[in-house]
């Protein structure tokens, strides 16, 4: 059981990357005066 616990927890982890990288994206396109402050 050890082994499925440590795997959800990788994907949720992989899976707040992927959103997190999907919202800055998001943003960036959104808002370009975000890309010129960063």
Partial sequence: MAGAEGG???SMLL???I???IAMVFLTN??????RRL
């Fill in 8 to 10: 959800m927890m990788s």
């Fill in 15 to 17: 899976f707040e990357l």
């Fill in 19 to 21: 959103a997190i990288t």
């Fill in 30 to 35: 959104v808002h370009p005066s975000v890309r």
